[in-house]
């Protein structure tokens, strides 16, 4: 389950709670299938739909059908890979500290 407010509620909390048998695991937020989910329409629609021609509404369809076999004939499964202290250090990058402040003499 993603991180979204929906599923941390305190309504769904209770649901879950009143029913034990259901385990709910968390994905990281760097982690979640949604992006998987996401780059796959991304190909999508560069690929088709924005350059498709469609006469009608099947015949999108038996084009989108087309396009998803002949993506899942080369389809190879996705390896994860996250590297926390890279994706540290590309955060720091990105966002430095505060400068030094030079400590000024006090007045005396």
Known sequence: MD???????????????AHPRLAVTYTPKHASWLNIIEQWFGVLTRRLLRRGDFTSRDDLEAKITAFTIRCNKNARPYRWSYDADAEHARYLERHPGPEAVPVLPQAA
Request: no cysteine; glycine share 6%.
């Open 3 to 17: 991180n979204g407010s929906s599923h941390t509620s305190r309504v769904t909390r209770a649901w879950l709670s």
